[in-house]
Nanobody, 126 residues
Framework: QVQLVESGGGLVQTGGSLRLSCAAS????????MGWFRQAPGKEREFVAD????????HYADSVKGRFTISRNNAKNTVYLQMNSLKREDTAVYYC???????????????????WGQGTQVTVSS
């Protein structure tokens, strides 16, 4: 069973930047894809970005393309989400997620993100 711990959330002004981190433990990190999802008040949880087990492929929601970058450091068992040019609509609780299937090609290509962190709040103010 994988354990995921997010950090790096906070309050930032419109146009600002934040970097989220997610530390994983409990299984061989480098075999599994990782993703970020978010949930705004009154809305369903939505996909933000993911990165395959090797880091060779990434996918992004249209709403964050060009502004967010997902990356991973397999030596540190950590995945990151760099968020730039933040908008008020980015305000949400951000969740780190781990693929339950090893060596998939990512979100929409066989990944099953079934393990979740506790979430970290990101608030963007004008």
């Amino acid at each position: 069973q994988v354990q995921l711990v997010e950090s790096g959330g906070g309050l930032v002004q419109t146009g600002g930047s934040l970097r989220l981190s997610c530390a994983a433990s409990g299984r061989r990190f480098s075999r599994y894809g990782m993703g970020w999802f978010r949930q705004a008040p009154g809305k369903e949880r939505e996909f933000v970005a993911d990165i395959t087990w090797s880091g060779g492929s990434t996918h992004y929601a249209d709403s964050v393309k060009g502004r967010f970058t997902i990356s991973r450091n397999n030596a540190k068992n950590t995945v990151y989400l760099q968020m730039n040019s933040l908008k008020r609509e980015d305000t949400a609780v951000y969740y780190c997620a781990a693929d339950r299937v090893p060596y998939t090609s990512g979100y929409g290509f066989g990944a099953d993100f079934g393990s979740w962190g506790q979430g970290t709040q990101v608030t963007v103010s004008s």
